[in-house]
């Protein structure tokens, strides 16, 4: 079975850059059928889909976060990140990572989401 | 962005009722459509997916159809466990989208 855990701070300082590593077990993240994600959701309101990442270290980014971010993939340790840089308070949100399988395939398997605050 | 667009943002059943919720698109999605249940503090469950297809294990009591841009999404008999918020999300283009949301309450 996979599982997906998120790790990370849960408070970050305005203008400073928030770094997530989602842990993957039960599978390796070095398969070519799957692309690996991220997706927050602030509190109270709807889901938004912030990129994702290939095992060719391809990636695809929301535009509306495009300037401040970067999702990474570290296969030696079966981990994939985000970094979001400059944040402010609009960025507090619970943050999901996500396996997507290749092809028109929906998102198979969540983490529990880690809440990130964004506050000095 | 597809923008979807999801009605009502609200409703409250009671266990046993018939309850439906429609997704719109902004343009075309062709069948890429999902639909999730999210319970409070929970990461969202894929129910169906390609517009009607039902993942593996959901029970059959949930259904979903496609008109065009316009999906519906079905809970034929409510159960204790259904009373959560409801997602619609298009997969056909980047950045894929979400609906706001419905939440499904007891009357």
Known sequence: QVHLQESGPGLVKPSQTLSLTCTVSGGSISSGDYLWSWIRQPAGRGLEW??????????????????????????????????????????????????????????????????????? | DIEMTQSPSSLSASVGDRVTITCQASQDVSIHLNWYRQKPGKAPKLLIYDASKLEAGVPSLFSGSRSGTNFTFTISNLQPEDFATYFCQQYDNLPFTFGPGTKVDIK
Request: aromatic share 12%; charged share 15%.
């Open chain 1, 50 to 120: 912030i990129g994702r990442i290939s095992v060719s270290g391809a990636t695809d980014y929301n535009p509306s976060l495009e300037s401040r971010v970067t999702i990474g993939l570290d296969t030696s340790n079966n981990q994939f990140s985000l970094n979001l840089r400059y944040v402010t308070a609009a960025d507090t949100a619970v943050y999901y990572c996500a396996r997507e399988p290749r092809g028109y395939r929906p998102i198979d398997y969540w983490g529990q989401g880690t809440l990130v605050t964004v506050s000095s």
